[in-house]
């Protein structure tokens, strides 16, 4: 993922989240992401970028995967006034976030949202990102056997 700070590296776990990862993939090979704004961001937390849904939902696949710095995750609307929840049930589409925290700081994520994969190099990069900053684009390389 080539950022406007940078370039950011991350595996994705197709065994653990197929849908969600197919979903992503399918998106960054049409585009969808380039020159994308990240629009949430909290330092110390999490970026965030995409947008609302314009897209077909899919299933939430929570997963053994946590939260944890360079988690990369589906975002969710809200939880439509359920106060037990932080998000709506499978309502995932285009919007994703990189953690930036510790396991302490994000782990009321774990159980809501999709870890679908981790960065893998660039969290320097991940750290410095600001509302200012975009995607310029998602180049998918597919993995090699051997």
Same mark, same amino acid.
Request: glycine content about 8%.
């Given at each position: !993922?080539?950022?406007?700070?940078?370039?950011?590296?991350?595996?994705? /776990? %197709?065994? &653990?989240?197929?849908?969600? *990862?197919?979903?992503?993939?399918?998106? &960054?090979? %049409? #585009?969808? /992401?380039?020159? !994308?704004?990240?629009?949430? *961001?909290?330092?110390?937390?999490?970026?965030? &970028?995409?947008? #609302?849904?314009?897209?077909?939902?899919?299933?939430? %696949? *929570?997963?053994?995967?946590?939260?944890?710095? #360079? @988690?990369? @995750?589906?975002?969710?609307?809200? =939880?439509?006034?359920?106060?037990?929840?932080?998000?709506?049930?499978? =309502?995932?589409?285009?919007?994703? /976030? *990189?953690?930036?925290?510790?396991?302490?700081?994000?782990?009321?994520?774990?159980?809501?949202?999709?870890?679908?994969?981790?960065?893998? %190099? #660039? !969290?320097?990069?991940?750290?410095?990102?600001?509302?200012?900053?975009?995607?310029?684009?998602?180049?998918?390389?597919?993995?090699?056997?051997?």
């Amino acid at each position: !993922m080539e950022t406007t700070k940078g370039a950011l590296v991350a595996e994705l /776990y %197709e065994d &653990a989240a197929p849908k969600t *990862v197919a979903n992503f993939l399918k998106l &960054a090979k %049409e #585009g969808y /992401y380039d020159n !994308m704004v990240w629009h949430r *961001v909290e330092p110390g937390f999490v970026i965030q &970028a995409g947008q #609302g849904p314009d897209k077909p939902t899919i299933p939430d %696949e *929570v997963n053994a995967h946590k939260h944890r710095r #360079g @988690a990369l @995750a589906m975002a969710k609307p809200g =939880s439509a006034g359920d106060p037990s929840r932080l998000s709506a049930p499978d =309502s995932a589409s285009t919007q994703f /976030y *990189v953690t930036l925290g510790e396991r302490e700081k994000t782990k009321h994520l774990n159980q809501e949202y999709t870890v679908f994969g981790q960065v893998t %190099e #660039g !969290m320097e990069v991940a750290d410095k990102i600001t509302t200012q900053d975009k995607i310029k684009t998602i180049k998918v390389v597919e993995a090699t056997d051997g």
